[in-house]
């Protein structure tokens, strides 16, 4: 604080002030020592083995230790202090942290970010400043709270309505069905398997609904079960083969030998996730194949890292809409899309089933050169 400071030296009426006396550097190392004194964020200086040079009184008061050598328990403001000061040390870089401390009017939560100071490319000092963010921290929770409890009121309202809505819908599935028993007459069984048909595929969306509006609502939770992959796999594929040829489709399968059999995981939601990706890429590939390729990425005693992967030789998605489709309702807006019709529900349903599966979903597609959507999940070990 020696030197003329930049902000006093531009400022004419500070300089009339200041210079008046001729003492101006003293004046200024005046000022700036009275904002840092007054000053209500906790400011401190160390010196490069944890000894702390300076602290303003924020800092004495709330939360940057005297002495953070001093060994605090684990977890202690002082060792989170220590460790910070170590990073800084180690890495020439700034660091910043969050820590709590008891102060006497109550818990507080502090910022702290520590910030080397550097002479000729050196580091010379650590500058450390703190902010108390207890008030910010205590609303960003309520935010998220009250989130929650909304999306908890709409999935409640969601599964009351869906329930409501299911009772006569299965009344006319299963009417449909009984008809279908007793009419011989081409015209009138065509009739009724469309309607079958329909309830069906409402049944269908009623589902997705009530399924995104839980996992939004963090009210899924996955089983842990033993899985066999292959097993799920020949089970899973039946349908969708039938599917594929009535189409004039090749599906193939190969599983990766490597791939463990002895998992544990949600062999239901597994099943969701595969079935909406080779579902939609069927339905989304007029002519050619759709090929599923699954591999073990890592594989330890106790996990293992799959990867799934879905190709398609159909229509593809544009770059500009693979964000887009991983959204709820969202669905690419181009005729070829269009006429196939859908929710736009399975794919985010897929997403989040994939991230709570420790995993993630990806695609890589050209508009008219087919997709392939990749993703991966962990699975723990059977011992
Ligand atoms: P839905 O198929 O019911 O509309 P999804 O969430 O499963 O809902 O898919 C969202 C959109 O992503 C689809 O409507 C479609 O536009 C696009 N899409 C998904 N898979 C493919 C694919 N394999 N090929 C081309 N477009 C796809």
New binding site residues.
Partial sequence: MGEDHPNFRGDSRNQARLGRNGNRNAECADVFRALVECSPRALACYDLGYRQLYANPAARRTVLPASPTDGGEEGSPDSLVRELLRQVYESGQGRTGELTVALPEGPKRFRVSFVPELRDGRMVRVLAFGSDITEFVAARREAKEATLVASRTKSDFLARMSHEIRTPLNGIIGMAELALLFSRSPKVREYLTLMRTAGWRLSDIINDLLDLSKIEAGRVELQREPLSLRAELGSLLGPLRGLARERGLRLSCRVDPKVPDNLIGDAGRLRQILN?LIG??I??TPAGRVAIWIAARNVTENDAEIAFRVA?T????SRCQFER?FESF???GTSA?AK?G???????IARQLAELMGGRIEVR?ELGAG?T?TFTATFDRVG
């Fill in positions: 909406n939609n890429a339905k989304f398609d159909g229509i593809g998605i489709i969202a669905q690419v899309h196939y859908g929710t736009g529900l399975g794919l985010p597609s997709s959507f």
